[in-house]
C-alpha cells in the first residue's frame, strides 16, 4: 500500500487513506453505522483537501471485526490496518480474519508493545542534538 494518512476519530472508528489506490478503509469496531457519515464527510473535509484528492477517493467499510469491550478499540484498529499491508480486501476478508483473533488480545497488546519499544530505539534523539 503506498503513503497514507490515518486520522482517529473520537467516535471510535479509524480510517486509513492510501493515495495510491484512492481507497479510504474505515474500520468500525464498534459497528455504529449512523456515525459513519461524520467520518466520511470528516476525511471528505480534511483528508482529501490534504492529499489533493477531491472527490477521487472511494470508501470501503471493514465490519469483519467488532469491539467486544470498552478499551481495545485502537488494538483493533491496529490489526486491521496490519491485515491491509498485508493484502486483505473487502473481498478477500475472511482469508486474514478470524474470530479466534479476538482470544489474543493481551498477546497483541505485547506485540505491539514490543514493536513500539523497538522503533522508538531506532527513532529516539539524544535531548543535547534538539534545537530551540
Not at 1 to 10: E, F, H, I, L, S
Not at 113 to 121: A, W
Request: net charge negative.
Amino acid at each position: 500500500m503506498g503513503k497514507g494518512v490515518g486520522r482517529p476519530d473520537p467516535l471510535e472508528q479509524r480510517t486509513l487513506v492510501s493515495r495510491a489506490s484512492s481507497v479510504s478503509s474505515i474500520s468500525a469496531t464498534t459497528g455504529l453505522q449512523s456515525n459513519l457519515t461524520s467520518l466520511k464527510n470528516a476525511v471528505r473535509t480534511v483528508v482529501e483537501t490534504m492529499l489533493n484528492m477531491t472527490d477521487r477517493i472511494q470508501f470501503d467499510v471493514i465490519s469483519g471485526c467488532k469491539q467486544m469491550d470498552n478499551s481495545s478499540c485502537g488494538l483493533w484498529c491496529l490489526v486491521v490496518l496490519e491485515l491491509l499491508l498485508f493484502g486483505a480486501t473487502l473481498e478477500n476478508w475472511s482469508d486474514y480474519w478470524s474470530d479466534s483473533l479476538y482470544e489474543e488480545v493481551v498477546y497483541l497488546r505485547m506485540r505491539y508493545l514490543h514493536k513500539v519499544i523497538r522503533l522508538q530505539g531506532h527513532l529516539s534523539v539524544d535531548i543535547d542534538e534538539v534545537s530551540e
